[in-house]
Every structure is written in C-alpha cells, then in structure tokens.
C-alpha cells in the first residue's frame, strides 16, 4: 500500500463514505456499494463462484465506523451487517472501481430478478 487514509468522514444522511489517501486520491463510496461488496465471508463466500448478490440495498445506511487496527474498518449498516472488515487497499479499490462494480451489481441483480429495493418498499 503507498499511502494511509488522511481521512474517513460519514456523510449526514449516512449514505456516502468518503475515504481520502495522505497521496491526494479521495473516493465517495455509497453504503450500498459497500454493503453488497462487503469483503465478508456472507456476501464474498469462501470463492469467486460463492459470491452472493444481495438485494434491496438501495437506501441502506451506515451506522457505525469502527477502526480496526491500524490497516482497516468494521462497517456496521443499518440491516445489522457488520462482519465486513474494509482494509485500506479495498477500500481504494472499490473507489477506483467503483462505476464497474455498480454496473455488474445491477447486472446480475437483473440477471437473477432481483431488485435494489427493500422488499417492504416495493409495490
């Protein structure tokens, strides 16, 4: 890793984290990006061929940022997922990759007929 977060900020309405680098590189993550690439076991599996799409995450919310360490971040959302850990390095990943990983999340939400709504705010 070349350089360490300078900053981690939750926005108000808890649905933006903004990570930037002490080399000038700052991302805006939305929570559901992060919530539906959580690195955790229940969202990555123990594989690529595990991964799990995960709906209804479209107005999830971050609750908690907690450090761990000196090398990451326990997210706690608002559906009481928190066993992600989000090390420096993925984090700047999902930044840099961030248009790509949206895209292929809403692929395969359609692809599986899965929507990016809760299911009590679907009619």
Same mark, same amino acid.
């Given at each position: 890793?070349?350089? %360490?977060?300078?900053?981690?900020?939750?926005?108000?309405?808890?649905?933006?984290?903004?990570?930037? =680098?002490?080399?000038?590189?700052?991302h805006e993550l939305p929570a559901e990006l992060l919530r539906v690439e959580s690195p955790s076991a229940e969202v990555q599996g123990h594989g690529p061929s595990q991964k799990?799409?995960?709906?209804?995450?479209?107005e999830v919310e971050i609750l908690k940022v907690e450090?761990?360490?000196?090398?990451?971040?326990?997210l706690t959302f608002d559906d009481m997922h928190d066993t992600?850990? =989000?090390? %420096?390095?993925?984090? !700047?990943?999902?930044? !840099?990759?961030?248009?790509?990983?949206?895209a292929a999340y809403l692929a395969a939400l359609d692809e599986q007929g899965l929507s990016r709504e809760r299911p009590s705010a679907r009619r």
């Open positions: 890793m070349s350089d %360490w977060p300078s900053e981690i900020r939750l926005s108000k309405d808890r649905r933006t984290l903004t990570v930037s =680098f002490e080399g000038g590189e700052s799990r799409i995960v709906p209804g995450k479209r450090p761990v360490g000196n090398y990451a971040v326990r992600g850990i =989000f090390g %420096w390095d993925y984090l !700047r990943l999902l930044g !840099r990759e961030r248009e790509a990983k949206m």
